[in-house]
């Protein structure tokens, strides 16, 4: 089992910044790609930005250029700035092993003000 644990939601003004992490822990071998999915109200959730073991990294269209996704050892991060009200949502964060489901963590909540 893998256990994930978010932190560094809040509650921001339009425009600023905030700076999620998310810890892994327990079985944590053979994990090869981590990231982050939102879930605004009312809204499926949504791919947000991953990253590989390699470091290669992905983001959705609505947040390049803004969002920068990184790795180190078993944390990842996810460094939001020039934030806007659209993104207000909990963000998850989620780590991939081949073959079996990915694992998720509880979320955490971002709220942007405009």
């Known amino acids: 089992q893998v256990q994930l644990v978010e932190s560094g939601g809040g509650l921001v003004q339009a425009g600023g910044s905030l700076r999620l992490s998310c810890a892994a822990s327990?079985?944590?071998?053979?994990?090869?790609?981590m990231g982050w999915y939102r879930q605004a109200p009312g809204k499926q959730r949504e791919f947000v930005a991953t990253?590989?073991?390699?470091?290669s990294t992905n983001y959705a269209d609505s947040v390049k250029g803004r969002f920068t996704i990184s790795r180190d050892k078993n944390t990842v991060y996810l460094q939001m700035n020039s934030l806007k009200p659209e993104d207000t949502a909990v963000y998850y964060c989620?780590?991939?092993?081949?073959?079996?489901?990915?694992?998720w963590g509880q979320g955490t909540q971002v709220t942007v003000s405009s």
């Open positions: 989620n780590a991939k092993k081949r073959w079996i489901p990915p694992y």
């Open positions: 327990g079985t944590i071998s053979g994990i090869n790609v």
């Open positions: 990253i590989t073991t390699g470091a």
